[in-house]
């Protein structure tokens, strides 16, 4: 793993932890993974810093192991003890998307690429992603070992290609989540109990928001799309994006409150939404949904952490 990678990743571990729990908690489920919580951290009053400490001499496979297992979304996987760069053509952070398609249909796959983007999903679309100086079969299998979803566009034809049959057949074989576009085709063999979505007469953005709304609504991909959306929410440095992100999250039905809560307790260092009132009443909305406590009222309250250990 890039040293920098590392670094941004334990960042985003921390503040996840630092948003869902308790000093005490957080040595629990460290020491779970066999992290020594012993080490010496008199001095920290920050449960972010707390976790950086102690993930500092952390090996590369654990941190990642520690990052799946928050639906943190990175561009790495571990295989063998060994960590291996996924395909360099996922935007870091975002959930991935395999996007199968027939040669001609190239073009509206590439703008429905464009249009995930707005909803923090990364799209694989391989006439347009690898290079002709890549070994593009080497980079699809690469796409394929480390995508969270697959997005089949059914085409006539398609059933009959090599290629796209396999990549479906390859997910499946992973136990990844399928969504199938209907534009000419129906949903056929192991996808055939899928009634996937209808794809004639609508738009490339409509398709997108059909998209994200069946991978916000499955169990496979709920958390990871939840936590991309909330990753770029905290880092937006833009008024207009961090609102509709806000308002892409808030589609996600029984979102569990850690999410909000983190983006709560990390919109102090984003001065961009926290002093934009249009953000703060849209989010302090959510949480009073939740009877959870809103960012005006966070502010108010003492610095002071009283779950620094004694």
Not at 190 to 216: M, N, P, R, S, W
């Amino acid at each position: 793993m890039k040293r920098i990678d590392r670094l941004n990743l334990v960042d985003r571990v921390g503040r996840e932890l630092q948003a869902r729990m308790s000093y005490t908690d957080i040595a629990v489920f460290l020491k779970s993974f066999g992290i020594n919580t012993t080490k010496e951290t008199s001095g920290i009053n920050s449960k972010w810093v707390y976790v950086k400490e102690l993930l500092a001499d952390t090996p590369d496979e654990l941190v990642l192991k520690i990052a799946d297992e928050l639906d943190i979304a990175h561009g790495y996987t571990v295989s063998a003890n060994a960590v291996m760069e996924d395909s360099r053509f996922w935007t870091p952070g975002y959930l991935r998307v395999f996007v199968s398609h027939l040669s001609q249909y190239k073009v509206r796959a590439s703008q429905l690429k464009n249009v995930l983007k707005n909803y923090a999903i990364s799209a694989f679309v391989a006439h347009e992603d690898i290079e002709p100086t890549f070994e593009w079969q080497s980079e699809i299998e690469k796409a394929l070992f480390s995508m969270d979803a697959l997005v089949a566009i059914l085409t006539p034809g398609f059933q009959e290609s090599r290629w796209t049959d396999q990549e479906v057949g390859f997910a499946l074989g992973r136990g990844i989540l399928v969504v199938p576009l209907r534009k000419g085709l129906d949903p056929y063999g192991f996808i055939g109990k899928v009634q996937g979505i209808q794809a004639d007469g609508k738009t490339v953005g409509q398709i997108g928001e059909l998209v994200f709304q069946a991978l916000a609504s499955n169990s496979a991909t709920k958390n990871r799309i939840a936590s991309a959306l909330v990753d770029q929410i905290v880092g937006a440095n833009n008024i207009n994006s961090g609102v509709r992100l806000l308002a892409h999250l808030q589609k996600i039905e029984t979102l569990p409150q850690s999410y909000l809560e983190k983006i709560r307790d990390n919109l102090v260092s984003n001065q961009t939404l926290s002093q934009n009132n249009r953000f703060v009443l849209a989010l302090n909305e959510m949480l009073s949904e939740r009877d959870l406590p809103t960012f005006v009222d966070t502010v108010k309250q003492s610095a002071f952490d009283e779950d620094i250990p004694f």
